[in-house]
């Protein structure tokens, strides 16, 4: 009976050690390298735009004009003056101009003028000090010994108050021509690169666009295309 309990036992033993289940390894720690991080926000203005559709115009003597740009930025910067009513910006581009077709006219040659509008919400106006001055006397008694002795000068203030009066005006459009190019033939390029626009006495927000006109010439004409560039606001 003893026998049989004790092969009993260790047979139970046997199956609990049999069917334990194999402990899993622990699951290794992240890389710092590829752990998820948080929303980082938005990326920082790095001034490239996008460019509006070319300005194409047929003159009535058959010549298709076409004016475009590329490859444009416009990069907010601070002002060297610092000043808060001052906005300056930092641009570039490529502007071309074309004249193709078979006109039934001479072409003598033409411009190309390329810049950039500024347009301010609020233009600051006149700024004036309104203020007043004005003396205050004090008067003291001399009473040593019990006795009035005399009238003495106390105290002289001058007292300043004021306001400032700011006259802001509607907002302006300020445009800025950059360069302007002549040729004799079509086509016609200019490049800009890192070039400083700026005006002052903007108090609102303002707004950046390039322009570009080109203008084809004969002998008794002139035919005008402008380009408009996306308007940036800041």
Request: proline letters at 8%; a negative charge; charged letters at 15%.
């Amino acid at each position: 009976m003893l026998n049989r309990v004790a092969l009993l036992a260790t047979a139970c033993m046997l199956f609990s050690m049999g069917a334990a289940p194999v402990a899993l390894a622990d699951p290794p720690p992240p890389d710092p390298a590829v752990a998820p991080v948080g929303d980082p926000g938005p990326l920082p203005d790095n001034g490239i735009v996008g460019s509006s559709e070319p300005g194409v115009v047929t003159t009535p003597d058959g010549w298709t004009l076409t004016v475009a740009a590329t490859n444009e930025s416009e990069l907010p910067v601070a002002p060297l003056t610092t000043a808060l009513s001052s906005r300056e910006y930092l641009v570039g581009g490529t502007f071309t101009g074309t004249v193709t077709g078979k006109g039934k006219t001479t072409l003598t040659g033409g411009t190309l003028e390329a810049g950039y509008q500024i347009g301010c919400g609020i233009e600051l106006g006149q700024v004036r000090l309104i203020g007043q001055a004005g003396i205050n006397v004090g008067v003291g008694l001399n009473t040593a010994g019990g006795s009035l002795n005399g009238v003495g000068l106390g105290s002289v203030s001058f007292p300043l108050s004021g306001t400032i009066e700011i006259h802001p005006k509607p907002g302006t459009v300020s445009t800025v021509a950059v360069d302007k190019k002549t040729f004799k033939a079509a086509p016609v390029r200019v490049t800009l690169k890192d070039t400083h626009v700026k005006v002052d006495g903007c108090v609102g927000q303002s707004f950046l666009r390039s322009y570009a006109t080109l203008t084809s010439s004969t002998t008794d004409t002139d035919d005008v295309v402008a380009y408009y560039g996306i308007t940036k606001s800041v």
